[in-house]
């Protein structure tokens, strides 16, 4: 049965989707069918095709009263939107159906395992919300609320865990055929612990263990946890809230933060060797992951961060982008990320060009364009003399342009998104620190009418950013400060 909230918003949806324009959203990234979006929930491969859900307020292009959006897609970049999947309809979620994520049961049917909110008077007259977990489940199109929802509540939180901060399960089935799931919760002064719980059938759990524990160290309350096994270590990643920087990481306020080390499945504790920041650029956050059926460990992350909302566009009925899928790796201890190969079937005509020796500003014939995946090797003319700076600039023209740049000298690079027509004066930049002491260094840039994705040195880091420039500003120019010689190719991504 679906309720009268639901179908409203399906209704809602459907008629306000026709009023954009292909033109007006990013073409192979997935963006909110109408209204607002949020974290990617319940990015699955179910019966055939890759699930992805959403938070969603289709009413307004700002967040409000959270429903689930979905779409399907069959190779990670072409979606079809669905028919939003829930609603704040239920007395245990009627002030939103939060983050999730979801899993197949053996009879076949999708289980969706979501937060589900309750604002609660207080008595200096405000509200604080209660969050539990709830769960939903359906055939890929309709999903039904569970009669006994919702199935985790304070009860089951161990001792000084909140219950106002108790979000975004993440669930698996393990080889046994058992169910787990992490959950992102604090205590009471807001410190970010995961919390693991079990079950035997996926609709009756309980706690196990606080999986990890912040103790002060990564800003405050963790949300959106996903954990995992890569490349023979196990990783937990999440997206810490309040984050002080720390050298060249964590410089976003709401970061993200990947933890890689080890885990001891018999006492449900994970033993940290290693952190880092996700994406070291202006717009990600709240990513998930997924295997894929290939084995392929899939990351998908929101292609905004809360800081930075007010960077918009009033003209679009649409906010909030997903990043591309990314392929995860873990080399050297760092996780590496790279482009689902899927997008190489995108690619159209190459142009090409190797060995441009250059000192200043020049353009390529032919290397222009919005959508776009260009792969650059930059090197010194002389690797006695290393040039100073090297700079691309894309979405130009006589007035906009936004840019990545290299400073071999410091080891960084640099996005910057000042000129792309923004009216705020918000983050417009983001460093990252890069292995290019000897000047080389190699770039993999993702363009999607609003957005690049840029990927240096296969994966090592990536910064991501949004930007709203007029899309007839589609020149791209190089620049460098000394001499330098690189090889640029670009494929119109079609
Ligand atoms: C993260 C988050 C989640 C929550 C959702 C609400 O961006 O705050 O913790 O479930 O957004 O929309």
């Not at 399960?169 to 959950?183: A, N, Q």
């Not at 080890?262 to 295997?291: C, H, N, V, W």
Request: charged share 30%; hydrophobic share 35%.
């Amino acid at each position: 049965m679906i309720s009268q909230t639901l179908r409203e918003a399906r209704k809602y949806e459907d008629t306000m989707e026709a009023g954009i324009t292909a033109e007006q959203r990013p073409e192979y990234h997935l963006s909110a069918r109408v209204g607002w979006m949020n974290d990617p929930n319940g990015f699955s491969y179910y019966k055939g095709e890759y699930h992805l859900f959403y938070q969603y307020h289709p009413y307004d292009s700002v967040w409000g009263p959270m429903h689930w959006g979905h779409a399907v897609s069959r190779d990670l970049l072409h979606w079809e939107y669905l028919p939003a999947a829930l609603a704040p309809d239920s007395a245990y979620d009627k002030d939103g159906c939060f983050s999730g994520s979801s899993v197949e049961l053996p009879d076949g049917r999708q289980l969706l395992l979501y937060t589900g909110v309750v604002k609660q008077p207080q008595p200096d007259g405000g509200f604080k919300e209660v969050q539990t977990q709830c769960i939903a489940v359906g055939d890929g199109r309709d999903y039904e609320k569970y009669a006994d929802n919702p199935i985790l509540t304070e009860k089951d939180l161990p001792i000084g865990g909140s219950r106002h901060d108790f979000r975004d399960p993440k669930v698996w089935r393990e080889e046994d055929g058992t169910y787990r799931c992490v959950v992102g919760n604090c205590t009471g002064d807001r410190d970010g612990k995961i919390l693991l719980y079990k079950s035997k059938d996926g609709f009756r759990w309980e706690f196990v263990s606080v999986l990890a524990a912040n103790n002060g160290r990564f800003g405050r309350m963790w949300e959106c946890p996903d954990f995992f096994e890569l490349d023979g270590k196990y990783v937990l990643i999440t997206s810490p809230q309040d984050m002080m920087p720390k050298g060249f990481e964590y410089h976003n306020g709401n970061g993200t933060l990947c933890l890689i080390g080890s885990y001891d499945k018999e006492t449900g504790r994970f033993m940290e060797e290693t952190d880092q920041s996700i994406d070291y650029g202006i717009d990600f956050y709240a990513p998930q992951t997924i295997l894929a059926p290939d084995g392929r460990r899939i990351m998908i992350g929101w292609m905004q961060n809360w800081d930075t909302c007010n960077l918009r566009d009033t003209e679009r009925f649409w906010f909030g982008q997903m990043t591309l899928p990314r392929e995860l790796s873990i080399e050297n201890g760092r996780l590496i990320q790279k482009p689902v190969r899927e997008l190489e079937s995108l690619r159209g005509k190459a142009v090409r060009y190797e060995n441009v020796a250059f000192a200043d500003t020049i353009r390529l014939d032919g290397i222009h364009g919005r959508k776009i995946d260009m792969e650059i090797m930059v090197r010194p003319a002389d690797p006695e003399k290393i040039f100073h700076k090297f700079a691309v600039r894309f979405a130009q023209d006589e007035t906009y342009h936004t840019s990545v740049s290299f400073r071999p000298s410091e080891s960084i690079v640099k996005v910057d998104r000042k000129y792309s027509g923004s009216r705020r004066a918000i983050i417009h930049q983001r460093r990252s620190h890069v292995d290019g002491k000897d000047g080389r260094l190699k770039l993999r840039i993702i363009l999607d009418r609003f957005s690049a994705e840029v990927f240096l040195n296969d994966g090592e880091q990536v910064l991501t950013v949004t930007y709203y420039t007029d899309l007839s500003a589609d020149g791209i120019s190089f620049y460098v400060d000394g001499k330098a010689v690189m090889d640029v190719v670009k494929y119109d991504l079609v």
